[in-house]
């Protein structure tokens, strides 16, 4: 969202508000038939300026979206349903503490989001394609209407995911298929609450919903690392302040040493990326550079098995070995790391959350090249985030 948007959020479409459960079910009934009809218009004019190659995914977009808002009830309902699970209630109600948080003391956006629940009965929301040309680390870019351009290709069904992959190896590219929790639609539609994702703990619940609220702050089209980095520095300190008023020592030890793994994770992989560019950039064959690409890779999957002996045999990170590594791996890394800590200057810098909010939207609005080099600037000031460590895609969960 941002890093997990997706298709049919990428449209411009209209800005429905889900409507209330107590109006009864033909109101909602009628409400995602209207819904239905004008998002298929929209997405017909796509089709007939992407061409047709563009139909079945944009199809599945569609659909995938109205089967989430059917899905999806008020968390009260869920709370006053007796079938439910204390458990379930505990966290959705924990969840609902959170959003009000994210309102109240940080100011971010009070609408309809994170306020319904929704059981999808699997892993994941949806599935990434990330793919990337064999000896190069830039990521293959998509682009859509709206969002505009981002390095990633999101699906519904992991079948069709890996579909869509095994095309992109067939063209010679590298690629990853990646599970995906959640996923910000800008504030087309309010984004729900999912069983993906409210089984996690509290902190890390805390920081999903932060980082998808910050989605709605400030957007610039084309520039996945400014959207992604400035949800990040939105996430750390919303974080910091939820564990500085709600958590106790034990919530906060647990935080600190996860955030640890997940900052020692990042270097892991940023210093072999860092040897990957090296090999790239050199004069030599490409027989060469495919033997030195493979070394790199081993060199990696090594070392990670000496950080998790280091972290008594924490796994959280398992998964992101699970296919063969490649470019596509460490393509995206970039997208969540390379102007964190110019957000957290131009944070630090600002009188308050407000102050920040607006200054992001000012940068959103200039063009990438004046955008950048402001954050360059701001960078020089950048602060540490000693229990905050910068967010990547791969592990999303505190274990």
Same mark, same amino acid.
């Given at each position: 969202m ?10 411009k ?62 968390i ?12 379930l ?32 009965q ?38 069709? &995911?890996?579909? =869509? +992959?095994?095309d ?7 690629? $990853?298929?990646? @599970?995906?929790? #959640? ?11 999912l069983?993906?994702f ?42 910091r ?52 690409? &493979?070394?790199? =890779? +081993? ?9 998790? $002996?280091?972290? @008594?045999?924490? #796994?959280?990170?398992d ?58 600037r701001?960078?020089?000031v ?18």
């Amino acid at each position: 969202m941002p890093q997990h948007t997706l298709a049919v959020q990428e449209q411009k479409l209209p800005n429905f508000s889900y409507p209330r459960h107590e109006q009864g079910t033909q109101r909602v009934t009628r409400w995602l038939v209207q819904a239905k009809w004008r998002l298929l218009g929209a997405g017909s004019v796509l089709l007939l300026c992407g061409g047709c190659t563009q139909v079945d995914y944009y199809a599945q977009a569609v659909h995938g979206q109205l089967s989430l808002l059917a899905g999806a009830r008020p968390i009260e309902h869920w709370l006053s349903d007796p079938n439910v699970e204390r458990s379930l209630k505990q966290r959705l109600t924990r969840a609902q503490e959170i959003r009000d948080f994210a309102a109240r003391e940080l100011g971010l956006p009070d609408n309809g989001s994170y306020k319904n629940y929704a059981d999808l009965q699997r892993p994941y929301v949806l599935w990434n394609v990330v793919a990337a040309p064999a000896l190069s680390l830039k990521p293959v870019q998509w682009c859509f209407p709206v969002a505009g351009c981002v390095s990633y290709r999101g699906y519904y069904s992991q079948a069709d &995911a890996r579909a =869509f +992959a095994r095309d992109l190896r067939q063209q010679g590219y590298d690629v $990853q298929v990646s @599970g995906v929790p #959640a996923y910000s639609t800008l504030g087309w539609f309010n984004d729900p609450v999912l069983s993906t994702f409210i089984h996690y703990s509290e902190a890390e619940l805390a920081r999903l919903v932060f980082h998808e609220l910050a989605h709605q702050v400030a957007y610039a089209k084309n520039d996945s690392k400014f959207n992604e980095s400035f949800a990040v520095a939105v996430e750390e300190e919303g974080v910091r302040r939820w564990l500085a008023q709600r958590g106790d020592a034990d919530m906060h030890a647990r935080y600190v040493a996860y955030a640890q793994r997940r900052q020692e994770f990042l270097g892991l992989l940023l210093a072999h990326r860092t040897r990957l560019e090296a090999v790239y950039g050199d004069a030599g064959s490409v027989a060469d550079k495919q033997r030195q690409k &493979a070394a790199v =890779f +081993a060199s990696l999957e090594g070392d990670y098995q000496k950080l998790k $002996q280091s972290w @008594g045999g924490y #796994a959280g990170y398992d998964r992101w070995f699970a296919e063969p590594l490649s470019n596509a791996h460490l393509a995206a890394i970039a997208t969540y790391h390379d102007f964190v800590p110019a957000f957290r200057g131009l944070l630090q810098q600002s009188r308050d959350l407000p102050a920040f909010y607006e200054s992001a939207r000012q940068l959103s609005a200039m063009k990438e090249s004046a955008r950048h080099g402001q954050l360059a600037r701001y960078e020089q000031v950048a602060p540490l985030a000693a229990t905050q460590p910068a967010r990547m895609p791969g592990s999303t969960r505190v274990h």
